[in-house]
């Protein structure tokens, strides 16, 4: 289980190509040429991470100003789970305390 | 709802409500990576073989699970180096038997197949059979 | 060795043979193409052992780019042979455009491309179309520019397998066909030489108008898809789409934002022509 108050960051939004589609987004990884289908969140939760570092509980924060989550306990578990899966892709970075 | 405000051209002066956001589910993944199609594609211009088992297996058996053995191992298989087309690997995967073979036999040599490697005789071939997600 | 050169589109082959039938049978077959100086890509007709020149005679396929499982073919099959080669060549080779696995024909500077597994009837549906008022560019390889978006000709020798192959012979009996190839891999195949047009042509491409990913062999039906699934099942369908990395995203992202797509069911080459038709006056 991932510590919740690991803290995890996004590239620069210039080493990607985003291309919304129907149902899914295509998102250009232009490090390492590898093209990833995806799905709500991921493009919502890149997009509210910018070039911060933070936590999952402070991105579910972000998204519920614009988006309704549901119940809230458990939508910090899902994130924490969407980050780890960004994370394994190399999509966003785990960051180390200083 | 503070945050909420109203359309400006909305007469009912409704708030605006935020749509749900799918989290996703627990366990499942929500992001499929593209994977190079090149063995798939390039295997269907050009008909290939598999020998059973490749020139790094000469000499030795295939148990009933694939793995090579040597040749006095109980149970195993007597293999010669056999080649099978892409064709008939294709229909042993699902589920006739090779030709030539007996059902179990045809069995180990199939999941010989699917343990193979890549720079392993055969395996580029397989590779070209499994069929695009 | 003896030795045939030949252009098609954008690429240009050399073929090296240790015998002279399969030679004779690609110059008579591509013998209004033209034939280049410069070549990008060699493949080699060779005999699999000493012995095996002369007795039983086996081809091996060699070149610039091999795949290292390939099954030899008999003599009599050397034409095929050079064929497969040279679409491995384009396969693991070709760079300059996107590739994907499918045929094209063109129309009024619009061009309907199709794309499927082998058997789905996109080779042939690109030969009947293509004598029936549509230009052919193609039945292996579509080859895409990365910087206009058009498809740009390739149109090698059409590969018609099985029951395609009487369909084709009754629908253009004038046609020039190459001999007839039996109990190979993919059982039966005829190759067919496309149009005068086509081959004159050649250096003229045109803009994807339409995608279809046919199926042959079920009853008469249409189904709209998605850009998503578009995109997925051409990421399959592309040999070189990785390869080509920000060129190829690019360029295969701009075709299925902006080409309609359809998967058609069919049970006869009419049929199919009739929904083509349909299709394409209402969508391209």
Known sequence: ?98 | MSGDTPEPNDPIQMPTRRRALMLGAAGVATVVSVRPALAQTAGSVLNCEIPVPGPHGTGMNIDATGNLVAPDTPGSFVATGQKFSGEEVKRALSGQTLPGTTYEQSQAYVNYIRRLQAGQSGFTCFASLQMPR | MHEFRVQVGPAAFRIGSAWRAPIDQLAHLYRDYPQPDFTDFTVRLEPTTWLRRWLRPSVAIGGDYMLPDAAPLPLAQGLLAAEMAMNLQMALGWRRHLLLHASAVERDGRVLVMTGQSGSGKSTLSALLGSEGWRFLGDEFVLLDPVTGNVVPFPRLISLKNEAIAAMQSAQPDARFGPLLAGTPKGDIRHVVPPADAIAQMGQGGAPALLLFPRYGYPGAVREVAPGETFMRLTQASTNYVALGEAGFITLTRFVKSVPSRAIDYQSGDEAIALVEKLWERLA
């Open chain 1, 1 to 98: 289980m991932a510590d919740p108050k690991t803290l995890y960051q996004a590239e620069p939004a210039d080493a990607r190509i985003v291309e919304p589609l129907d149902m899914m987004t295509l998102i250009y990884q232009r490090r390492s040429g590898i093209t990833h289908m995806v799905g709500e969140p991921v493009p919502q939760m890149l997009e509210a991470m910018g070039e911060d570092a933070v936590d999952a509980a402070t991105l579910a924060a972000r998204l519920a100003v614009s988006f309704d989550l549901g119940g809230q306990d458990d939508a910090v578990t899902l994130i924490t789970e969407r980050l780890e899966e960004l994370a394994e892709l190399g999509l966003v970075e785990r960051v180390t305390d200083a």
